[in-house]
């Protein structure tokens, strides 16, 4: 499985941007995508998920802006993100934890998001 994460930029406070994350590879039923982030000098932070079913969860510093979606359960994953703060700006990675047949943790290869005040 390979995930392949883009559409990162240079946003303005109260902007918006859209992350993309295609994977290459089965997606099984019991896979759960989601979205990370790591700031320089942070811990890395989860900022959504959602199942292969489209239940979603969300970090409370992002509930009501950001959208996690997968149409039609599909190989591409989104994140829209609105309403976009300073403090957003970070590299975002999309992943797949996958608990059956063989767990494991599957991880894009970033994609940074700025945001100016």
């Known amino acids: 499985v390979q995930l392949q994460a883009s559409g990162g930029g240079l946003a303005q406070a109260g902007g918006s941007l859209r992350l993309s994350c295609v994977t290459a590879?089965?997606?099984?039923?019991?896979?759960?995508m989601g979205w990370y982030r790591q700031a320089p000098g942070n811990p890395r932070e989860l900022v959504a998920t959602i199942t292969s079913s489209g239940s979603t969860t969300y970090a409370d510093s992002v509930q009501g802006r950001f959208t996690i979606s997968r149409p039609n359960a599909g190989n591409t994953m989104y994140l829209q993100m609105n309403n976009l703060k300073p403090e957003d700006t970070a590299v975002y990675y999309c992943?797949?934890?996958?608990?059956?047949?063989?767990?494991?943790?599957?991880w894009g290869q970033g994609t940074q998001v700025t945001v100016s005040s």
């Open positions: 992943t797949l934890d996958r608990r059956a047949p063989r767990p494991g943790s599957y």
């Open positions: 590879g089965s997606i099984f039923g019991s896979d759960v």
